[in-house]
């Protein structure tokens, strides 16, 4: 009896080590599975957490922007108008067809005289409803006018909106051209942003191992306090020019997040690329003048001044038209009928012609109109030509001096990294001045910062010479 109670009062204890046991194994089992992925058990959610930024190139940028930025996409619904526009336009042809009902209500003292119930039978009058009137009348009926001849001012202008349809197409590809141009300069800003900040931040590094050595030759007595001073003032500007590169390249990742139909704030992608390995090519396009007339043939907005200029000759012929006469057929069948008397039916048919006689100098006035405004495109259209001419020779010297930049500037940095090469041994051995360091350290920080504009600017104004030409090809 004592070994059976003795038993029954160890009976929870083993319960609860046998819970024990099994919480120390799940969290044994959760430590082992987090180590066995290289990572900490606490660190398991922060890294789910983290959204992951895509890495994005320049062709899925552009890509990116095609799809979703909402100016070009305004722009794309011009085509879309410009189709009901011309549906609108050919249903001139087909005329009208129109329904009419109504039903009047009069007081006993304002009734009309047609308001008098009448029946007429064989064009006599066989009761006048004297003293009977119509307090309510109902008619109801139909009518169709179909257009003969207008003096081709259907025609006209259907062709007029299919020309504008043309022109909606041709702003499409200009508003396609300046994006394309647009996402690509802050993509190589971007690139050359990141570049300065490296040169900028290996500088401060320079700079931090200078100030070292710098200290520890002053400890020693071989360099005075000023040397020290130089170095601290030195590195403090290199820090705030570095601070100044990080903003303006957040500033940029806020224009291309625009640019990709977003709102401006963190962003959301990550540029890839680089461009001390991007190519820079030889410009392939050497015969300026072959440039030019290829520009005057590919322009969409020369093309579209010439959409213009053919809409506005249309213009003319509509607004000429109104001097010629009009053909129609017109039918019509109609209903009347009252309290007091039966169904009074009416209908007609024929064709009509209308001739403008007189209209107060209006037509002539509208047509003069057109014509000015034909002159004034006229002449537009030529401004644009010598503009078109003038940004592609802007542009094509443009990449001729970003190429030769490129080439003087990668000298200009070779010979920059061999003098601070060997103004640092200098130092280090105490066979130089502290002056000659910083300003070595300096030549070295801008050259870099040139090489990178250069690269960064020849990207640029190539894309901006084929926008000039007209060569943007857009894929997909």
Not at 175 to 187: A, H, P
Not at 230 to 246: D, M, S, W
Not at 366 to 374: A, D, L, M, P
Request: aromatic content about 6%.
């Amino acid at each position: 009896m004592r070994t059976g109670g003795c038993q029954e009062k160890k009976r929870p204890w083993r319960g609860a080590t046998m819970l024990a046991m099994l919480f120390l194994l799940l969290v044994w089992s959760a430590s082992l599975s987090s180590s066995a992925l290289g990572q900490e058990p606490g660190s398991v959610r922060e890294t789910t957490s983290q959204t992951v930024r895509p890495k994005m190139g320049l062709p899925d940028l552009i890509k990116l922007a095609l799809k979703h930025n909402p100016g070009l996409s305004a722009i794309r619904k011009e085509v879309d108008v410009a189709d009901q526009r011309i549906l609108a336009a050919k249903g001139e042809h087909f005329g009208r067809i129109n329904i009419e009902v109504s039903d009047f209500t009069y007081g006993p003292d304002n009734l009309p005289l047609t308001m008098k119930s009448l029946v007429v039978e064989q064009g006599r009058i066989v009761r006048d409803g004297a003293g009977e009137h119509n307090n309510n009348l109902f008619s109801f009926g139909g009518s169709i006018t179909i257009p003969l001849y207008t003096g081709g001012r259907i025609t006209t202008q259907i062709q007029l909106q299919e020309l504008g349809k043309q022109l909606a197409g041709h702003q499409v590809a200009h508003t396609q051209d300046e994006l394309i141009f647009n996402v690509t300069s802050v993509y190589y800003n971007i690139l050359k942003i990141q570049d300065f900040i490296r040169a900028t931040q290996k500088s401060k590094e320079q700079l931090g191992e200078a100030k070292r050595v710098v200290h520890q030759r002053f400890k020693v007595g071989k360099s005075a306090k000023v040397d020290t001073l130089k170095v601290n003032t030195r590195l403090a500007a290199v820090e705030q020019l570095l601070i100044r590169f990080l903003n303006a390249q957040k500033v940029l990742y806020g224009v291309l997040e625009i640019l990709l139909g977003r709102e401006a704030g963190p962003s959301q992608v990550t540029i890839s690329g680089d461009l001390q390995t991007a190519s820079h090519l030889p410009l392939e396009h050497s015969d300026l003048q072959a440039v030019q007339q290829q520009a005057l043939q590919r322009r969409p907005e020369l093309a579209a001044a010439k959409k213009e200029f053919e809409m506005q000759e249309k213009k003319i012929r509509i607004s000429f038209a109104e001097h010629l006469p009009t053909v129609t057929v017109r039918g019509q069948v109609q209903g009347i009928t009252g309290d007091n008397s039966a169904l009074f039916a009416q209908e007609f048919a024929g064709i009509f012609l209308s001739v403008p006689l007189f209209a107060g100098g209006t037509i002539e006035a509208k047509v003069s109109q057109e014509r000015i405004r034909y002159a004034k495109l006229r002449n537009e259209l030529t401004q644009r030509t010598l503009k078109v001419t003038q940004e592609v020779q802007s542009a094509y010297l443009n990449t001729l001096e970003a190429q030769q930049r490129i080439v003087a500037a990668q000298a200009a940095l070779d010979e920059a990294k061999e003098v601070l090469r060997i103004e640092a041994m200098k130092v280090q051995e105490g066979k130089s001045i502290i002056e000659n360091l910083l300003d070595a350290q300096t030549a070295q920080l801008q050259a870099e910062q040139n090489y990178s504009a250069g690269v960064a600017d020849y990207h640029i104004q190539l894309m901006a010479l084929k926008k000039a030409i007209g060569m943007i090809e857009v894929e997909g």
